[in-house]
């Protein structure tokens, strides 16, 4: 991805998220530090298009992003990235293959990259890498089925619902038309949805 810098303000952000499953120690984060690449991006900037090969996760630092895809002229959001969170086509990153999603910046954002090449040769160096590669790996397969299995299973207003409750953000900060996108339904039907709903019935 062009037009990047590296520096190294604001990378914390990096060793806050990889730290969930256990703190990396000091040793990690000086290895880790260097390879990391800041990315500043303006509101409706791509980060990665469609047929693009993902190169790199994304840390957001500041701001908001979303991954979307394109199809009969419309757009399906698939999810959105706040503040400590990673972005990323993961299936086209794993296996380095032309993406299928589109990520791109909701807001003004701050993002520290990862490549590709730059977290094999991690995960070659050392087996706790290796295991913090399958522990984040396993928290966004265990959310992508989350994901599927609300769009699956529950309906628009149920799926509302558990956004009000679990994703307040998106309320606050994200478009009506995105949240319609993210939500499987119309604008219109999100705003059909939202009087129901204040009238209680």
Known sequence: MAGTVRVSEGAEV????LSRPEPLTDIEWGVLRPLLRRKALKARQPLLR???????????????????????GREFTGNFFFEESVAADYG???????????????EDSVVWLLGHTELQRLYASS???????RLIAEVVL???????????????EARYH?????????????????????????PEAL????????RGT
């Open 127 to 133: 087996t706790t890498w290796e295991r913090r590669g």
């Open 142 to 156: 265990a959310a992508a089925q989350r994901r599927t299995a609300a769009l699956v299973l529950q309906d628009a």
């Open 50 to 72: 469609a047929g693009e090969v993902c190169r790199d996760l994304a840390f957001v630092e500041c701001g908001l992003l979303r991954y979307f895809l394109m199809g009969d």
């Open 162 to 186: 558990a956004m009000v409750i679990e994703r307040p953000k998106i309320l606050e900060r994200v478009p009506k038309h995105m949240i319609a996108a993210y939500l499987g339904i119309t």
């Open 191 to 198: 705003s059909r949805l939202r009087r129901k709903l204040a």
């Open 14 to 17: 990096v060793r806050r998220v």
């Open 92 to 106: 086209s990153f794993v296996s380095q293959t032309a993406a299928t999603q589109w990520v791109d910046a909701v």
